[in-house]
């Protein structure tokens, strides 16, 4: 059982950054990991996934600002946030998903995390 644990969100200004942390407890080799957000009143989207050789994908809004990147000795995925505007306020989750192969679609992971909230104010 794979078990995730989301960190770093909080309330920034428009432009601003924050760095987004997900402690994964479990087997997670080989797997693809992402992070999603969800805004009020919207479907849920994928931002960002990495697989297990790094080969990365971003949803077209975040591409150039935002970064996912993992650290596999210490089992933890990231998301650098840069010039974060007020659209991209929402609750942001890490995911995992028991194979290699990475999509941004949301129904494709197995496990989530709880989530962090993130406020960008204009």
């Known amino acids: 059982q794979v078990q995730l644990v989301e960190s770093g969100g909080g309330s920034v200004q428009a432009g601003g950054s924050l760095r987004l942390s997900c402690a994964a407890t479990g087997y997670t080799y080989g797997y693809c990991m992402g992070w999603l957000r969800q805004a009020p009143g919207k479907a849920r989207e994928g931002v960002a996934t990495?697989?297990?050789?790094?080969?990365?994908l971003y949803a077209d809004s975040v591409k150039g600002r935002f970064t996912i990147s993992k650290d596999n000795d210490k089992n933890t995925l990231y998301l650098e946030m840069n010039s974060l505007q007020p659209e991209d306020t929402a609750m942001y989750s890490c995911?995992?998903?028991?194979?290699?192969?990475?999509?941004?679609?949301?129904?494709?992971?197995?496990?989530w995390g709880q989530g962090t909230q993130v406020t960008v104010s204009s």
């Open positions: 990495i697989d297990s050789d790094g080969h990365t």
């Open positions: 995911a995992a998903r028991r194979e290699h192969w990475c999509s941004l679609m949301p129904g494709i992971f197995n496990y």
